[in-house]
């Protein structure tokens, strides 16, 4: 492709050498550069992306975006823009051919609810015969293919490969998780969303938000994306403040909602630790629901999904059985074992208000004592010491028993993060036990427990790794949990 193509739309500040020659490939990390590449320099949060401009120069880049005066030597055209991620996303959308044109795109962003959702809305789509792809926290599928994702929201050179990928498979609608950090970072800039969701809004990533307000802001910003339909959980405070926010901006808006007045509500809720059943109304009629994921959680992610199949004409028989259809998603509320009333729960649940949802769906199903596996994962910068209080809080209140343990503790120190939570948990009176090796803690919440015991391990859910220093080390919860209860049977046997 010709670079004067792949630059269209975008604003530049100043620019040396000619837009006359190709780009064959767009590489914002160096050591991706082929020859007659383009390549971004991205000041990063680790390191500036500045310093591989030789580097990549050296590999073959023929043409660099910079967001900061470096020098540059050899015959290389240099383009000097404000932004480099948002530069980013402007031509990877022009070299893939603005791809989110030819597709139905739906983004779903807020704290919780974003996995399930698209999984709910895949199905409902797949039932009513739309080919369907999807993007998240577990990966990217498109057809038959599952391509493992680094972000929830990937980068948005990758995320434009993977809507091209979709229009060229004729996969026409593509339902996708927008993370904060993607907004934020301009990952989906330049993407043509047609309906947005909006699911809920808990503290959470406020490293990079500073404060609710700002993360809010993060979050509202893929509706000012949308083109035709925003779908907003008008039970939540931020849903109702987003609603006054695009109320007139021209797209229809639908809310949904289980306590407040709704376009698209439940009545007649039976909950059960399999399941849920419930009526859903709509405004062209009322159907029966089966969620086969237990609790609120899953009824109001069902109901985020109805709404956008109702937006998308899609009948209500279609839905009944798209939704149906969804028997279990990794790592969301997962029952890895179940015997009578024992039974071992894998949940993603990572912040405060997941970890209460999750602990208060179990509630009522528990027949003996409510066993936490818990930690506190560590971002980057490891701002998070009031998730830990919070964390402890949580765990505290709702648990009859935790086990604390490490999660994903990354560069820091792991024992100093536990002993902050064990603190936490000694002020709020919480009974628990440190045990930082996660495999032992969850050894451990299996060996000390009783026939009638719930054991919720919560905040890896879908991952199968533990980040140690710079490790990512293999991490399977369920094949830990279902070997120590085989140790645990034959211990009770001899
Ligand atoms: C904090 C954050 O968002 N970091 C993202 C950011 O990385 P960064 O700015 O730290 O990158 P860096 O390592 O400093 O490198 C700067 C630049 O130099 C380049 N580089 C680096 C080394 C080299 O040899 N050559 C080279 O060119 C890098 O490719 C990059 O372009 O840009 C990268 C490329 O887009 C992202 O993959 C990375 O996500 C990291 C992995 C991450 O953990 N992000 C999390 C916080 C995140 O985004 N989470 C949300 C989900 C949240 C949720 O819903 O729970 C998500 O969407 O995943």
Redesign the pocket.
């Known amino acids: 492709m010709l670079l004067s193509s792949v630059v269209q739309g975008l604003e530049w500040n100043n620019i040396e050498g000619n837009l006359d020659r190709k780009v064959e490939a767009i590489?914002?990390?160096?050591?991706?550069v082929v020859n007659d590449s383009l390549?971004?320099?991205?000041?990063?949060?680790?390191?500036?992306?500045h310093?591989?401009i030789a580097?990549?120069v050296e590999q073959g880049a023929t043409t660099i975006i910079l967001e900061k005066e470096t020098p540059v030597r050899g015959d290389v055209t240099v383009i000097k823009v404000e932004n480099s991620?948002d530069a980013l996303a402007r031509i990877s959308a022009n070299f893939y051919g603005n791809p989110t044109e030819k597709l139905n795109l739906v983004g779903i962003t807020g704290?919780n609810g974003?996995t399930s959702t698209t999984y709910f809305i895949k199905s409902i789509f797949e039932q009513a015969k739309r080919s369907t792809g999807l993007i998240g926290?577990t990966g990217t599928m498109i057809g038959d293919q599952h391509i493992k994702?680094?972000?929830?929201?990937?980068?948005?050179l990758n995320l434009q490969q993977f809507f091209s990928k979709m229009a060229d498979t004729q996969t026409d609608n593509c339902i996708m998780?927008?993370?904060?950090?993607?907004l934020n970072?301009r990952?989906v800039a330049y993407s043509d969303f047609n309906i947005g969701i909006f699911t809920n809004l808990s503290p959470?990533?406020l490293e990079?938000h500073k404060d609710m307000d700002e993360y809010f802001e993060a979050k509202a910003m893929l509706f000012d994306l949308t083109k035709e339909c925003n779908i907003v959980n008008v039970d939540d405070e931020y849903g109702r403040r987003l609603i006054q926010r695009v109320k007139d901006y021209g797209t229809v808006l639908l809310t949904y909602g289980i306590n407040q007045k709704a376009d698209i509500y439940p009545t007649n809720i039976r909950y059960s630790f399999d399941g849920t059943t419930y009526t859903v109304n709509t405004p062209s009629g009322s159907a029966e629901i089966t969620v086969n994921l237990p609790g609120d959680i899953y009824v109001y992610n069902s109901l985020a999904a109805i709404a956008c199949a109702y937006a998308s004409d899609i009948s209500l028989a279609e839905i009944q059985q798209g939704i149906l259809k969804v028997t279990g998603i990794k790592g969301r509320m997962e029952t890895v074992y179940k015997e009578q009333d024992y039974k071992v729960i894998v949940d993603f649940s990572?912040t405060e208000a997941a970890l209460e949802k999750a602990l208060n769906t179990l509630r009522p199903f528990v027949k003996g004592k409510l066993v936490l596996v818990f930690g506190v994962y560590a971002?980057?910068s490891d701002q998070g010491k009031e998730k830990r209080v919070g964390m402890s809080h949580t765990a505290s209140k709702y648990a009859d028993f935790s086990v604390v343990t490490s999660d994903n503790p990354k560069k820091h120190d792991q024992m100093l993060i536990i002993d902050e939570i064990a603190a936490a948990m000694d002020s709020f009176n919480g009974q628990y036990k440190a045990i930082p090796d996660r495999e032992e803690a969850i050894n451990y919440a299996i060996e000390a427990s009783d026939k009638d015991d719930t054991i919720l391990i919560a905040g890896k859910g879908h991952e199968t790794t533990q980040i140690i220093g710079d490790q990512e080390l293999p991490f399977n919860e369920r094949e830990i949990v279902l070997k120590a209860l085989k140790r645990k049977k034959q211990i009770v046997r001899s």
């Not at 590489?27 to 991706?32: L, N, V």
């Not at 998780?177 to 993607?182: C, F, I, M, P, Q």
């Open positions: 590489a914002y990390d160096s050591r991706d390549f971004v320099a991205i000041s990063g949060f680790a390191v500036d992306g310093q591989f580097n990549a991620r704290t974003k926290t994702n680094k972000n929830t929201t990937p980068e948005s998780e927008v993370s904060s950090h993607a970072l990952r959470d990533h990079l990572h971002d980057e």
